[in-house]
């Protein structure tokens, strides 16, 4: 029976590399690109093209990659740092046995897909080469290694930049960094790699040994070069968030999203957005945010880590780890911090801010209001200026207020936590509530007592 793609094999992925170039105390494939770090991109293009097992080859910061990643990859340390021949080496008593191809990859490549690396599969399962090469026509070859072929178009080894001659430099075909290898010809020779002058073990001589003992030497050609562009420095890293960007911005215009202007949109990778909402200019869509369908968001709108449900309209605001239902209206100038929980049908106005805090369906808090640490039911009006005064600054403490159904709020109403108001209430503008006001009643003042209690039918 012919075995699946991806079936038998492995990705070994190589990330010792100190990054020195990066200055930063960040490990640099950590870095992020696009809203993840630049080693997730490859583990989740690993993982599309069904390869079932990785291993991570790492050194100097790898409390950072561990803290960062867990178990989600094995995990194999390059305690010296003696070239890429060697760190694969480090593999060896792990995987040996364990596969029948090895894909060698480097984890500083955001930008690789998995469809690449299928290809490079696909040829290693139809004719079994001791090697496939990944490799890049480079309109600029400078400090690429080159690819050397005989006159019948066969692989004969790489050349680096360095050691290449003016003919040699000429050539435009580049080796992309990335090999798919037959398991059992590539463990027996990565004891039989050369020392390179600078005393490391390159993973490139393994091209010229194959080629001596006669063995396949076969390549799949990128047709997007910029898949294999490598990471080494903060401009690099630049780049590939430019492109990396206008992938995503690809994929959701390509799913039904409109994006007015596209170029003045930042959304990360992580991010989801449903059929026909529209994304105006100037917005941030970051980490696990979902947005419905039918929405409108923007101008100039930041949301992050936050759930939004369909046909709700977000304008001129931020919005940081909320819940927000169906058909809610924000903004403009609206900011939802972590745990505000809007029901269906909310609407907000401008300079309105909520925390930890839940709005009922069809509350209403048009101006100038702080609600934080409260629940808030259905139907509720909230006046311009409401305040939760929910910190008492002796006991360092917050408290709970909570506004049950159909009540109105006057303008400039503070609520000092812990405190009740109860459903079909009403509070003067200005009131100062210390202590709990029961249903249908009528309480303002300095602090607000009851002035009034009105018949279940609302009659006073």
Same mark, same amino acid.
């Given at each position: ?10 990705? /070994? ?41 990785? /291993? ?12 960062? =990643? ?77 690819? =050397? ?40 020779? =990565? ?45 690099? =890293? ?79 605001? /931020? ?83 909570? /506004? ?57």
């Amino acid at each position: 029976m012919e075995r699946a793609l991806g079936e038998g094999a492995v990705a /070994v992925i190589l990330a010792a590399g100190q990054g020195t170039r990066m200055k930063s105390k960040l490990q640099k494939v950590l870095h992020p690109v696009a809203g993840k770090p630049m080693v997730e991109h490859v583990l989740d293009a690993i993982a599309e093209a069904r390869i079932g097992r990785a /291993v991570l080859v790492v050194g100097r910061g790898a409390d950072q990659v561990h803290e960062r =990643l867990g178990g989600r990859v094995a995990y194999v340390e390059q305690s010296e740092q003696l070239g890429t021949g060697h760190a694969v080496l480090q593999t060896r008593s792990l995987l040996r046995g364990e596969a029948t191809a090895v894909l060698v990859l480097y984890g500083d490549t955001p930008l690789i897909r998995a469809g690449t690396l299928r290809a490079l599969l696909e040829v290693e399962q139809a004719g079994s080469p001791a090697v496939t090469l990944l490799t890049a026509t480079a309109a600029d070859p400078t400090g690429y290694g080159r690819i =050397l072929r005989d006159e019948a178009g066969r692989v004969r080894g790489i050349v680096e930049e360095a050691a290449a001659n003016a003919e040699q430099r000429a050539i435009r075909e580049v080796n992309a960094g990335v090999y798919c290898f037959r398991a059992d010809w590539l463990w027996p020779h =990565l004891d039989r790699l050369p020392l390179s002058t600078k005393g490391e073990y390159y993973l490139t001589d393994l091209i010229a040994l194959a080629v001596a003992e006669g063995e396949t030497v076969e390549t799949v050609t990128l047709d997007d070069g910029t898949e294999a562009m490598g990471i080494n420095d903060r401009v690099a =890293l630049a780049e590939a968030e430019r492109i990396a960007r206008e992938r995503v911005r690809e994929r959701l215009m390509r799913s039904g999203v409109t994006m007015t202007d596209p170029a003045t949109c930042y959304v990360d990778a992580t991010v989801e957005v449903g059929q026909d909402t529209v994304i105006l200019p100037n917005t941030i869509l970051r980490g696990q945010t979902r947005i419905g369908s039918d929405c409108l968001v923007g101008p100039g709108t930041i949301i992050e880590d936050t759930i939004v449900g369909e046909r709700c309209r977000l304008v001129y605001s /931020v919005l940081e780890g909320a819940t927000v239902e169906d058909d809610v209206a924000l903004g403009p100038f609206c900011h939802l911090r972590p745990g505000a929980h809007l029901a269906r049908g909310v609407e907000m106005g401008n300079f309105g801010e909520v925390k930890k805090s839940y709005l009922g369906p069809g509350t209403k808090m048009h101006h100038f209001s702080y609600i934080g640490d409260a629940t808030l039911g259905a139907n509720v009006n909230v006046g311009a200026g409401t305040i939760t005064c929910n910190y008492n600054s002796e006991s360092k403490k917050k408290s709970e207020t909570v /506004v049950e159904e159909e009540v109105g709020l006057g303008s400039d109403t503070m609520l000092v936590a812990p405190v009740r108001v109860g459903a079909r209430s009403t509070t003067g503008a200005g009131s100062v509530v210390t202590r709990d006001i029961p249903p249908d009643s009528v309480a303002y003042g300095v602090p607000a007592v009851v002035k009034r209690r009105r018949a279940g039918n609302g009659q006073t």
